[in-house]
């Protein structure tokens, strides 16, 4: 079993940063891709960005040229870079990761608990 956890939500103000974090622990090694969710109150779960294990990555259209992921292989780790942070970013960010049966854009083998964003305009 793998287990995430993620750290580094909270409030900000429009237009400001924040850095998440998940970390992995257990059985990393099965890991290929890891990635960040994202969900609002009655919507669904959308794909906020990913990276795979070789470093290639795939962003939201919403987030490109603002969020940066990375991954640091050695920690089972990845982070989320968010700069320009918007009211429509505000949402719960959840972890993602697929085992190496499994990549994007199927749904993740595991998740993260969330951690909340929130921005004030």
């Known amino acids: 079993q793998v287990q995430l956890v993620e750290s580094g939500g909270g409030l900000v103000q429009n237009g400001g940063s924040l850095r998440l974090s998940c970390a992995a622990s257990?059985?990393?090694?099965?890991?290929?891709?890891m990635g960040w969710y994202r969900q609002a109150p009655g919507n669904q779960r959308e794909l906020v960005a990913t990276?795979?294990?070789?470093?290639?990555?795939n962003y939201a259209d919403s987030v490109k040229g603002r969020f940066t992921i990375s991954r640091e292989n050695a920690k089972s780790t990845v982070n989320l870079q968010m700069n320009s942070l918007n009211a429509e970013d505000t949402d719960v960010y959840y972890c993602?990761?697929?085992?190496?049966?499994?990549?994007?854009?199927?749904?993740?083998?595991?998740w993260g608990q969330g951690t909340q964003v929130t921005v004030s305009s």
């Open positions: 993602g990761a697929w085992s190496h049966l499994k990549q994007p854009p199927a749904r993740p083998d595991y």
């Open positions: 257990g059985v990393t090694f099965i890991l290929n891709a």
């Open positions: 990276i795979t294990r070789g470093g290639t990555t």
